[in-house]
């Protein structure tokens, strides 16, 4: 039986992340496999895959922001916004330079309005906009609000196809690569996304990444459990109740249960022994009602 957990794993460039969930769903035998945010298939980064109940746990996991190095390649438009494109513009980029770069980059700061690229997994009318655009019909996705945190300029090297290294921190469902063409638009010489990192999805670090290659060696070697990540461990930041025997039973069966403390939510909840039972919701009533079950007969999410 797979362990219920979560892999920090290093996607490489030419996989799809669900060519990652298939791997692990082989390598581990359970179909209850899913990961925290789509790469591209061209990019490369952090994929935290959840494995067993741990899907539960999709928007609590992967935390509310997202870390990304992008190398933008100027004077050149693509109608993909990215390296795997086909070119629909070319200009010389060779008068930009790193001080005007560097004045481009608080615009986008804050909320901002994307429109989803053609080739996108966005819908429209029941149909992904990728495939309405292989079949050669271009739509165009529902605008929505996304916000960037961070964008700092790395490095620059000018030219007629200057290329810059740019960091971005940023929300859920933010389009680098629609960045990468809105900075060339500002610029007036186009851009493309050149190349993708992502760096940190919540607490999943690159720096700590597993390769596909050493996680396949774990499964070899044993069951894959000595790189599992507990089901709490990417909730770390969350608030904490600890309940007896009797309130742990009472959880599990999705009943609410007396918790001191402010209003809040989510709220890790624990049984004797360190367990964790699931996410609760203190209500001003002092009451703790169970919201996400991971335990038990009662085990669901409300």
Same mark, same amino acid.
């Given at each position: 039986?797979?362990?219920?957990?979560?892999?920090?794993?290093?996607?490489? %460039?030419?996989?799809?992340?669900?060519?990652?969930?298939?791997?692990?769903?082989?390598?581990?035998?359970?179909?209850?496999?899913?990961?925290?945010?789509?790469?591209? %298939?061209?990019?490369?980064?952090?994929?935290?895959?959840?494995?067993?109940?741990?899907?539960?746990?999709?928007?609590?996991?992967?935390?509310?922001?997202?870390?990304?190095?992008? $190398?933008?390649?100027? !004077?050149?438009?693509?109608?993909?916004?990215?390296?795997? !494109?086909?070119?629909?513009?070319?200009?010389?980029? !060779?008068?930009?330079?790193?001080?005007?770069?560097?004045?481009?980059?608080?615009? &986008?700061?804050?909320?901002?309005?994307? =429109?989803?690229?053609?080739?996108?997994?966005?819908?429209?009318?029941?149909? *992904?906009?990728?495939?309405?655009?292989?079949?050669?019909?271009?739509?165009?996705?529902?605008?929505?609000?996304?916000?960037?945190?961070?964008?700092?300029?790395?490095? &620059?090297?000018?030219?007629?196809? +200057?290329?810059?290294?740019?960091?971005?921190?940023?929300?859920?469902?933010?389009?680098?690569? =629609?960045?990468?063409?809105?900075?060339?638009?500002?610029?007036?010489?186009?851009?493309? /996304?050149?190349?993708?990192?992502?760096?940190?999805? !919540?607490?999943?670090? /690159?720096?700590?990444?597993?390769?596909?290659?050493? &996680? $396949?060696?774990?499964?070899?070697?044993?069951?894959?459990?000595?790189?599992?990540?507990?089901?709490?461990?990417?909730?770390?930041?969350?608030?904490?109740?600890?309940?007896?025997?009797?309130?742990? *039973?009472?959880? +599990?069966?999705?009943?609410?249960?007396?918790?001191?403390?402010?209003?809040?939510?989510?709220?890790?909840?624990?049984?004797?022994?360190?367990?964790?039972?699931?996410?609760?919701?203190?209500?001003?009533?002092?009451?703790?009602?169970?919201?996400?079950?991971? =335990?038990? $007969?009662?085990?669901?999410?409300?």
């Amino acid at each position: 039986m797979a362990p219920d957990g979560f892999l920090n794993l290093l996607k490489p %460039p030419g996989m799809t992340s669900h060519d990652v969930v298939s791997l692990v769903r082989a390598r581990l035998a359970t179909a209850r496999v899913g990961h925290l945010g789509t790469l591209d %298939p061209a990019a490369a980064g952090v994929l935290p895959v959840s494995i067993g109940r741990a899907t539960r746990l999709f928007r609590f996991a992967a935390g509310s922001h997202k870390a990304y190095r992008a $190398e933008v390649a100027f !004077g050149i438009t693509t109608n993909t916004l990215d390296a795997e !494109g086909e070119v629909v513009e070319a200009n010389d980029a !060779g008068g930009l330079t790193e001080a005007h770069l560097r004045g481009l980059l608080p615009q &986008f700061l804050g909320e901002i309005e994307q =429109v989803p690229p053609a080739f996108s997994a966005a819908q429209v009318g029941g149909r *992904r906009l990728h495939e309405l655009a292989r079949q050669g019909e271009q739509r165009e996705g529902r605008p929505k609000r996304v916000r960037i945190e961070k964008l700092e300029l790395v490095k &620059f090297a000018p030219g007629p196809r +200057a290329r810059a290294l740019i960091d971005v921190v940023c929300g859920a469902g933010t389009y680098v690569r =629609v960045l990468a063409s809105e900075l060339g638009r500002k610029a007036d010489c186009g851009a493309y /996304l050149a190349f993708l990192v992502r760096t940190r999805v !919540g607490r999943f670090e /690159l720096s700590h990444s597993l390769t596909l290659e050493q &996680f $396949e060696e774990s499964c070899e070697s044993g069951d894959g459990r000595g790189v599992i990540l507990p089901l709490d461990w990417p909730l770390a930041d969350l608030p904490t109740v600890e309940l007896d025997a009797r309130g742990a *039973r009472a959880f +599990a069966q999705g009943t609410s249960v007396h918790a001191a403390g402010a209003p809040a939510w989510p709220v890790k909840a624990y049984g004797p022994g360190g367990r964790f039972l699931g996410l609760g919701e203190v209500v001003p009533e002092g009451q703790m009602r169970p919201r996400v079950v991971l =335990v038990g $007969e009662g085990s669901s999410t409300k």
